[in-house]
């Protein structure tokens, strides 16, 4: 059994990546942006304390973002002493003289970061890419670039056979690559693939954020799955008599023939890497900074103490209600249960007078992981079956309902905020506001990262990837921190329930004329009709005189009739043909009653939608007139509606002509906006969505650019804006440059 032997602190932040040189030392890369090289301590024996087996060498530093990949170069007469790579965050690739700090040549031409490195015995050296791209280099110089992927590049190796690799991807595929070609795509995992190892019988392995294992025949058929967790894994390595695994939870996994032998538990939220070393050995890197050697040889084992040390670590851990569930204390076993033998891996709840505790049998023995706390507290909010002290509400788009959050006071506003952007396939640009936007709501700050607002870290959920999904967020305009644009998923308005509008246009019906108000009959009609449509259910033409009645009336009371007919054309949209919707947009957003005005522009919002591609055609005849609505006194509300109809009709096609009365629309709005609007929280998503409408436009038709007002998109990347109006306001710069 594998238990603790060395842990080599020095790193200021998250081990994300670890290798083993050809003459014996170590090397880890950070987030601290350094890479350091470790050397044995020559005079340890099995008293010597962990943290005094390895020591630094030397510390690798030249990138200016995090250390994503490290790996080794054979040694050469050139170089006794091989030559290390490291891969950053700053897409460069950097080549040291083992021993020396400073880089001796950088590889550059990757466009994103470098997220993954791997090297051969002839000196190639393989990289991926946030870029979705495979480069190769030979004597350190690039020889082609592999272009296939639809997402990051998360792991690259070389396969048996010349000029033959493969690389894993967040698109979810493996891909088998010859003489700069692609022969096979292996599909199969439910979510990004993170780690490759390839078998010495020419078999390879793979694990993904879905939590399993995979065994492949390079012929294409899967082999063999293991669900190994519920959890993201993030790292493979072979060991002589199988495979060590690490992952999110703090998690190392050891399995033989596709069985698990022992689970170890680590005191960090995240395992990010596992590397083999001789005899068996296996090194781990986590999120709290520190590598550590686990072996299964007892003559290596660390002293007892920093055995307990790691123990009261994890027990210091607390287990917060989510990892539980609901728990009844009468029905959880007393400590006499830890008397009994478990299964490796197997977890277990002690009630040690109304304290639950959580073990996990790990060796041979029962291991503290510590305490849940307030198992039983009815005070804790529920979301998705599960307890937290936080819940709150994050709004990702404007017209949308919010998306529910839950959090604990122990956790890390970061990985919250990462773990929620993965779950509703958001955009990884939202990192930094979502998790100050925990901090300010919940007061946790239980730890900040130090972050790079440029940065979108491939690692933690996206680098551009965004899981799960092909096209971006599930709502709104695509936000990754690699491209912005062309956004396709159109903005849309609340539609009120039918059923709710039946009082005012009751109280409405007592004040029009006695041609077009309602009988008695024709009211209890009206009400079967909102019924019908607050169900789903489809109209039929008996309903169509008494809805035309209802559309007939004076312009001061018919506010609640058009919102009517948004519902009715919700649910049954061939109810209206498309020229009397527009006529019947036109003629009331014209109207003088501002409530007239802001119901017929939410049902142009909605018409957009529906009919984007006509509303595109039709531009300068049918949707342009709506700019005239500033004139209205109700200036907010109109700006809230116009935005989004300029935004929809960016996200299709256009020709080159309307595209250019498209732009001149949105410049008049976004000049608008900051010319008469104050309110700094309600402008902003109008802003930011028209800058994204610009982009879609710009995306499609760069020679456009020459129209464009690029004075005033150099005001929104100022530093007064939020994080990503400005990030897309130089993103605009950069494509019209």
């Not at 256009?654 to 402008?683: F, H, V």
Request: include cysteine; charge should be negative.
């Amino acid at each position: 059994m594998y238990s603790l032997s060395a842990t080599l602190v020095g790193h200021s932040s998250d081990v994300r990546c670890c290798c083993m040189t050809a003459t014996g030392l170590i090397v880890t890369g950070s987030r601290d942006n350094t890479a350091r090289v470790w050397e044995q301590n020559p005079n340890c024996d099995n008293t010597t304390p962990a943290a005094n087996r390895w020591k630094v060498m030397c510390q690798l530093t030249g990138h200016t973002g995090f250390v994503n990949a490290v790996a080794s170069l054979k040694v050469t007469e050139e170089f006794p002493m091989g030559l290390i790579v490291t891969g950053g965050q700053d897409k460069v690739i950097n080549v040291y003289c083992t021993g020396v700090s400073e880089p001796i040549k950088q590889l550059t031409g990757h466009t994103e970061g470098v997220t993954c490195l791997s090297t051969g015995w002839n000196g190639t050296v393989l990289s991926g890419s946030a870029d979705c791209t495979v480069r190769v280099w030979e004597d350190l110089e690039l020889r082609e670039v592999l272009k296939g992927h639809s997402a990051p590049v998360w792991d690259v190796a070389i396969y048996p056979g010349v000029g033959t690799y493969l690389s894993a991807s967040g698109d979810k595929s493996i891909r088998l690559w010859r003489e700069g070609k692609q022969d096979t795509v292996y599909t199969g995992h439910l979510d990004a693939v993170r780690k490759l190892a390839v078998l010495p019988d020419s078999t390879f392995m793979s694990c993904s954020n879905d939590g399993t294992v995979r065994h492949w025949n390079v012929a294409g058929p899967c082999l063999n799955v293991v669900q190994l967790s519920s959890n993201f894994l993030y790292s493979l390595c072979l060991l002589p008599d199988g495979q060590a695994v690490s992952g999110e939870g703090g998690n190392l996994y050891v399995l033989k023939d596709g069985t698990l032998q022992q689970g170890i538990q680590i005191p960090a939220v995240s395992v990010w890497c596992c590397e083999p070393l001789p005899d068996s050995d296996v090194l781990v890197g986590g999120s709290d900074g520190v590598a550590r050697i686990f072996s299964p040889h007892p003559d290596r084992a660390a002293p007892i103490q920093d055995i307990e040390q790691m123990r009261e670590q994890l027990a210091a851990q607390k287990h917060s209600k989510q990892t539980v569930g609901d728990l009844e204390l009468s029905k959880l076993k007393g400590p006499e249960a830890l008397n009994e033998r478990g299964t490796e891996g197997q977890t277990l709840m002690i009630n040690r007078s109304g304290t639950v505790e959580v073990y996990q049998y790990s060796g041979g023995d029962w291991q503290n992981l510590g305490v849940v706390q307030d198992a039983y507290d009815k005070d804790k909010h529920e979301l998705d079956g599960q307890k937290y002290d936080f819940v709150i509400n994050v709004d990702v788009q404007e017209g949308a309902p919010p998306l529910k959050l839950g959090c604990n006071k122990t956790d890390d506003p970061w990985h919250v905020a990462q773990n929620f952007i993965n779950k509703h396939s958001l955009p990884q640009a939202y990192l930094e506001q979502i998790a100050n936007y925990i901090r300010q709501n919940t007061g946790i700050d239980n730890k900040v990262m130090n972050y790079d607002p440029n940065f979108c870290d491939p690692f933690t959920g996206s680098g551009r990837y965004v899981p799960s999904s092909d096209s971006g967020p599930v709502s709104g305009p695509t936000l990754g921190a690699t491209r912005h644009f062309p956004a396709t998923r159109v903005l849309t308005e609340n539609i009120p329930d039918a059923s709710k509008l039946i009082k005012k246009i009751t109280e409405h019906n007592a004040s029009v004329n006695e041609n077009t108000r309602l009988s008695e009959g024709e009211l209890a009609h009206f009400e079967k009709i909102a019924n019908k449509t607050s169900e789903g259910q489809k109209l039929d033409t008996g309903d169509m005189e008494l809805v035309a009645k209802l559309l007939s009336w004076d312009k001061t009371l018919l506010f609640p009739c058009i919102d009517l007919a948004r519902s009715i054309n919700k649910t049954s949209p061939e109810f209206f043909q498309l020229p009397d919707k527009f006529n019947l947009v036109r003629t009331n957003y014209q109207a003088k009653p501002v409530p007239c005005v802001r119901v017929s522009l939410r049902f142009l919002v909605d018409i957009t939608c529906q009919h984007t591609e006509h509303c595109v055609q039709n531009f300068v005849d049918q949707i342009a007139p709506a700019m005239d609505c500033l004139n209205t006194t109700d200036k907010k509300f109109v700006c809230t509606s116009l935005y989004k109809i300029m935004f929809n009709v960016t996200c299709v096609e256009s020709d080159q002509m309307t595209s250019r009365y498209i732009l001149d629309s949105i410049t008049k709005l976004l000049e608008y906006i900051q010319r008469e609007l104050t309110e700094k929280d309600k402008i902003e998503p109008m802003q930011f969505n028209l800058l994204v409408a610009i982009g879609n436009i710009l995306t499609r038709h760069p020679q456009l650019k020459q129209f464009l007002k690029t004075s005033l998109i150099d005001v929104f990347s100022a530093s007064n804006f939020s994080h990503k109006i400005r990030i897309t306001a130089k993103e605009i710069l950069a494509i019209s440059s």
